[in-house]
Nanobody, 120 residues
Framework: QVQLVESGGGLVQPGGSLRLSCAAS????????MTWYRQAPGKERELVAT????????NYADSVKGRFTISRDNAKNTVYLQMNTLKPEDTAVYYC?????????????WGQGTQVTVSS
């Protein structure tokens, strides 16, 4: 059974930090690119950061560059999102996604999300 379980969300003041984790099971984690998305109330889901299967390449939304860092530990089947200098506009539900494209087919798995609220 495939599972992606996010944790680490919560309430933080502007300028603070949080570290999100996404623990994966039920598939070969090291074969999958991992991405963090977020969705704020009334807005579409947007890509925050992505990391390739081996961790050699990362990509970030312009709005989080320099503040957020995505990383992964393939030995622990876990991907992380370190979020620093948080702003109220970072408030959203953060989702973990695993994706693999192979021979024209795409496998796509999603977690249930973790709420991040940035407020004083």
């Amino acid at each position: 059974q495939v599972q992606l379980v996010e944790s680490g969300g919560g309430l933080v003041q502007p300028g603070g930090s949080l570290r999100l984790s996404c623990a994966a099971s039920g598939f070969t984690f090291s074969n999958y690119a991992m991405t963090w998305y977020r969705q704020a109330p009334g807005k579409e889901r947007e890509l925050v950061a992505t990391i390739t299967s081996a961790g050699g390449s990362t990509n970030y939304a312009d709005s989080v560059k320099g503040r957020f860092t995505i990383s992964r530990d393939n030995a622990k089947n876990t991907v992380y999102l370190q979020m620093n200098t948080l702003k109220p506009e970072d408030t959203a539900v953060y989702y973990c996604n695993a994706r693999r494209k192979l021979l024209g087919a795409t496998n796509d798995y999603w977690g249930q999300g973790t709420q991040v609220t940035v407020s004083s």
